[in-house]
Each structure stands twice: as structure tokens, then as C-alpha cells.
Nanobody, 130 residues
Framework: EVQLVESGGGLVQPGGSLRLSCAAS????????MSWVRQAPGKGLEWVSGINFGGSSTLYADSVKGRFTISRDNAKNTLYLQMNILKTEDSAVYFCATGLPTETIQSGTRWATRADFGSWGRGTQVTVSS
């Protein structure tokens, strides 16, 4: 059974940092590209970042480029998202998911859907507020 378990969310002030983790099990993690996707209240699923199976190639939405860093440790079957200079608009539930985005999702032309990625975790809440 595929399991993705996110952790590391919480309440942080604007300008602060958080590091999210996603522990993967039940599949061959090292052969999958992985993504982080978020959903703010009342909004659709916004793809945030992706990384290829080996970790050599990373992708970012324009809204987080230069502030967020995605990485993975294949020895630990774990995906990470380092989030710096957090803004109130970063508040959302953050999900990790298997797969990489299509071009229209990556460019922000459309929201993601559950069907655009393989398996999903349950998410971790990130709240940025003073």
C-alpha cells in the first residue's frame, strides 16, 4: 500500500521558515518524480514544486521561486520542502504527491486536480500569520 505522510507544518510569522517532510512507503520511491501541492481555503490545488526521481532536476511555481527549495533523500525515502521568507499567502494545506506536473499546471495556467498526480498524502497545515 502506498503511503505518503507529511509533517513539519505549523504556525509561523511572516518572514519565517518551515521545513516540511514527506515519508514515503509502499512503492519504489527512487523511481518516482515527486511534487508538493498546496490548497488554501476556498481555492483550488496549486502545484508548488517538483523534483525528478534522482533529485538532479527541480521545478518551482513562480509564486515560490527563490524562497522554497525541494529536495529528497532516496536512502530515507523522504521528500522535503524548505520554505523561507514565508508570506501570509503561503498559508495552505501542503500535500506531497507522486509524479510531476504537466506544462499547463507548471505554468499556472490551470489548477491541479487529484487525477493529475498518482498518490497523495493527507497533508500538513501551514499557517503564516503575525
Amino acid at each position: 500500500e502506498v503511503q505518503l505522510v507529511e509533517s513539519g507544518g505549523g504556525l509561523v510569522q511572516p518572514g519565517g521558515s518551515l521545513r516540511l517532510s514527506c515519508a514515503a512507503s509502499g512503492f519504489t520511491f527512487t523511481t518516482y518524480g515527486m511534487s508538493w501541492v498546496r490548497q488554501a481555503p476556498g481555492k483550488g490545488l496549486e502545484w508548488v514544486s517538483g523534483i525528478n526521481f534522482g533529485g538532479s532536476s527541480t521545478l518551482y511555481a513562480d509564486s515560490v521561486k527563490g524562497r522554497f527549495t525541494i529536495s529528497r533523500d532516496n536512502a530515507k525515502n523522504t521528500l522535503y520542502l524548505q520554505m523561507n521568507i514565508l508570506k501570509t499567502e503561503d498559508s495552505a494545506v501542503y500535500f506531497c504527491a507522486t509524479g510531476l506536473p504537466t506544462e499547463t499546471i507548471q505554468s499556472g495556467t490551470r489548477w491541479a486536480t487529484r487525477a493529475d498526480f498518482g498518490s497523495w498524502g493527507r497533508g500538513t497545515q501551514v499557517t503564516v500569520s503575525s
